[in-house]
């Protein structure tokens, strides 16, 4: 499970970017949690631990094994 805090990358229209994990709630085997600001004006965006290692990557060197791969932008998974 996430820890507050930690940072986490992932790909808004081909960029590479990354934030925070905050807000972070449920239990080692599933739980939803939102980046820090991610989805600025548009509201809070509610992510799940599913996403880890699909759109959301908790090491720069892991996201950029998928910088080529637009499945794994997050914005394609709204």
Not at 50 to 76: D, G, R, V
């Amino acid at each position: 499970m996430l820890k507050e805090g930690t940072t986490i990358y992932f790909y808004v229209q081909g960029y590479l970017m990354q934030g925070k994990a905050v807000h972070i709630q449920g239990d080692e085997q599933a739980y939803t949690f939102h980046i820090e600001g991610y989805g600025a004006c548009a509201g809070p965006h509610v992510l799940h631990s599913s996403q880890l290692h699909h759109t959301l990557f908790l090491s720069e060197k892991e996201a950029k094994l998928y910088q080529n791969i637009e499945a794994a932008y997050l914005e394609n998974t709204f």
